[in-house]
């Protein structure tokens, strides 16, 4: 199949060549005419077919702004197989399962942490799934959660000479949760998650080396290393055994 493709594409461009090159050669008195011509006529069935797409993508949109209920099933739809369970092991998700599949398989035994991400209060309007970092399989697999108050300014982590610039929340995901643990291994996943290409040449060396440097709303600085973990609560967050008021 993939060679029968491959064929078919090196023909098609064998023959454009020596289309081209005939030409070329037994009309060179139009040949910059019709290159200049046809090429300005795909430009403008090019825009002209881009033009047509993204008025009919609005128009979609605005059919499914103006229908709740239909936005709700394609919102349902699209993280009916997302996966809701992540175990991680060694910065790596070793097991994943979905909303349909979580009564039927077992769990592994041995794992870091899971991450549960709750697609619930997704629309159409709204991307964002909140995480929970969870130590244990929750009872019944049911997860209950709140989300916390707190929220970092700035949030650097140093590895050597990099320093590389994270958020625990985005468009897309929200890790300000109440008892959300983020440790060394936490964050050696994140990096290798979201910040994949910043942290191609850091090896397990430096990664021991890494420091985690955090500014919070109140313009307190904090630091700490791989011993250290810290945990969030609603108005206040924890580091070590030491609460820090943050309101």
Same mark, same amino acid.
């Given at each position: ?78 993280? =009916? ?5 992540? %175990? ?5 998700? *070793?097991?994943?399962? +979905?909303?349909? $599949? #979580? ?96 942290? =191609? ?5 430096? %990664? ?5 440097? *955090?500014?919070?709303? +109140?313009?307190? $600085? #904090? ?25």
């Amino acid at each position: 199949m993939v060679f029968s493709y491959i064929f078919s594409l090196l023909k098609t461009g064998l023959f454009v060549v020596l289309l081209n090159d005939y030409f070329k050669r037994v009309h060179p008195e139009k040949y910059e005419d019709v290159i200049v011509t046809t090429t300005l006529k795909i430009i403008y069935l090019y825009s002209n077919f881009q033009l047509i797409t993204n008025k009919a993508f609005r128009s979609v949109k605005q059919i499914i702004l103006s229908n709740p209920r239909l936005a709700e099933l394609l919102s349902e739809y699209r993280f =009916k197989n997302k996966p809701i369970f992540e %175990f991680v092991l060694d910065e790596k998700i *070793i097991y994943s399962v +979905n909303n349909e $599949k #979580i009564n039927s398989l077992e769990f592994p035994k041995q794992y870091d942490f899971i991450i549960f991400s709750d697609y619930n209060n997704i629309t159409s309007e709204n991307h964002c799934v909140n995480k929970i970092i969870l130590k244990t399989i929750p009872q019944n697999e049911s997860v209950t959660y709140e989300v916390s108050d707190i929220k970092f300014m700035l949030i650097e982590v140093k590895i050597n000479d990099k320093i590389i610039k994270i958020n625990f929340k985005s468009d897309e995901y929200n890790y300000y949760i109440i008892d959300n643990i983020f440790d060394y291994k936490f964050f050696k996943y994140f990096l290798k998650i979201y910040h994949v290409n910043e942290i =191609k040449d850091v090896n397990e060396e430096l %990664f021991n080396k890494m420091t985690i440097h *955090i500014l919070d709303n +109140n313009v307190n $600085k #904090i630091e700490y290393d791989a011993s250290d973990s810290l945990q969030l609560k609603k108005n206040e967050y924890l580091k070590l055994s030491n609460m820090i008021q943050c309101k």
